[in-house]
């Protein structure tokens, strides 16, 4: 017989031998046994550490409720691991559980996908609770995912245990899984020259303290604006666009927006409502953390500002320059080693908050951005150190909203860091709200409007009591962090806080992290993300789907064609900006593929056809579960073109990890499509 002799024949590792024997005797295949910790982990996700072989990610023996594993593989929630599978392979078993090493806390959901389906999940696991043994047969599976997703409660403490996990194959074994190598491609048509006016068609502000706006217009420059109905307390730079003056007293003020160029004209309706609450559409900006961390400097903050109006950012509507952490000093740290330049005291002898050397003058680089009609933003933390050790606000808490108000911020973000060793725990709730009320009370008594943004990851359910507290937005988890092939399942969780979403109070799922960011394994240096470009469009898609806060996080001076198509899409964007305030609903319809349906203000529902799994999918929005009847137009947001008048339901094939948004319905007649 001419036996063919596969390149795994030859392979050393355990038994070739034998399987070569079985062959050249005729006799059934003896299946080989590769074990989980042989394969190569560097793919491996997770949600804090690294995968650890034969050992928990602690680093101690693997160990489920007492019982002890030689071998398996030691991860942290959220974990996911994919791996392709050959011809020949037959099972996957382990036994799987918390570590005892966790010590008593955490909680989680061990899953096994195949092919896109669900073919083992754990159910919830806890410390303590016996391994959970998994046999499952892999034969015709191409893909396989091990996953380890949080028991609902974050991811604190998740140590969990792929124990004794081992594939029996007859073939090739499991190699990491190498997503497909997408080219970039771009679906946001480019702006013509004639004027298109963009932005919110309302806007909230405090009767009284400065107003500052910068009307978001595509189109060739130069171009005249012009505001009918502007009230007297304000004024139009005709040339730049930006207004400017004294909020009115309060009360709504309906202002048409126009500009002109010479290839034609645009107008729109824009209703100022003066008043107390502010983000009546979600924040849209930039936020240095996830490119500059503690490198971020003056003039870094500056040029964001510069290339925030050069590239049309602003002209979709992008106002906020934020800076995060690491603008004040630090104390000297042997193990974070800050820059020399950062580390100082934290106050004068008047307790006033020193700005570190990269920061020589904070008024003088809140003007530069409110010249350019921009606003800024800026960063502390109630506890008496932020969480990358610089000087937070404890005890300083009014001089420092004072200070921030005085330098002419517009926007503060508050994080938690450090509070937690000056409560007691665990922390009522209404120790987890006094900081956030304190600073809320006090932003609210400075003479000018500042944003107030929670960074608490969620806890007590700040969705509940966020606005209650004065905040107008909410991070509702842990950060984003690097972790980004959890975008889809980061927006399902946050979509789950849906019904305390309103005008003034956003949930916050973190930023938008496409192009060129920081670094999560090296010293933070800015490489291009690890997304496809679909992933990237599927991003914006789903923020602008749930009206989450829209912060690119990525680096402004490496903005491409590619990442600018992504960030500036009008209508994308007027998804998001949409007055109603809504938060998608999702209308799950497998393992995963589901619908994002979103009501607008002028009767229309946003869709976004979503299939977060490895392989592509034709998902199907039927019209009885978006609650319409008999025929829709259909447009397709990203691209700006009309699809048609569907009948019943609207089927598209989804890309792997896509999203495909389009509207359904018709806009009210009569209204010019520039002003969708
Ligand atoms: C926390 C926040 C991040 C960032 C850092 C700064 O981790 O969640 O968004 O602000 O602190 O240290």
Redesign the pocket.
Known sequence: MNLPSPVWLRRTRNSAAPLVLALATGAALAAETVWLDTLDLTSMRQGWGRPQLNRSVREKPLTIAGQTFTRGVGTHATSTYRLSLKRGSERFTASVGVDDSAGGAGSVVFQVIADGKRVFSSGLMKPGQAAKRIDVDLRDVKLLQLLVTDGGDGVNFDHADWADAKFSVNGPPPAPHVPPVEAPYLLTPKPGPEPRLNGPAVYGARPGHPFLYRIPAQGARPMTFAARNLPATLRLDTATGIITGTTPPRGDYAITLSARNTHGDSSRAFKLVSGDTLSLTPQMGWNH?YTHYNRITDAMTREAADVMIRSGMADVGYDYVNL??CWMNAEPDARRKPDPGRIGPFRDDKGGLIPNTHFPDMKGLADYIHAKGLKAGL?TSPGPK???GFAGAYLHEAQDAKQFADWGFDFL?Y?W?SYGGVVTKPTPLDEMQKPYRLMGDLLCQQPRDIVFNL?Q?GMGDVWKWGAEVGGHSW?TAG?LGFELDRIFEVALKNCEHRDWQKPGAWNDPDYIQIGYIGNARGEGIPEPCALTPTEQYSFMSLWALMASPLFFSGDMSRLDEFTLNVLCNPEVIAVNQDQLGQCARVVRLGDDAFLLVKDLADGRKAVGLCNAGETPLTVTAKWSDLGLAGSQPVRDVWRHQELGVVAGEFRADVRRRGVVLITVGAPPAGRARSER
Do not use: G
Request: aromatic residues 22%; negative net charge.
């Open positions: 953390w995060d952490d960063y932020t969480c990358a973000k994080d860091c960074c990851y991070r950060d």
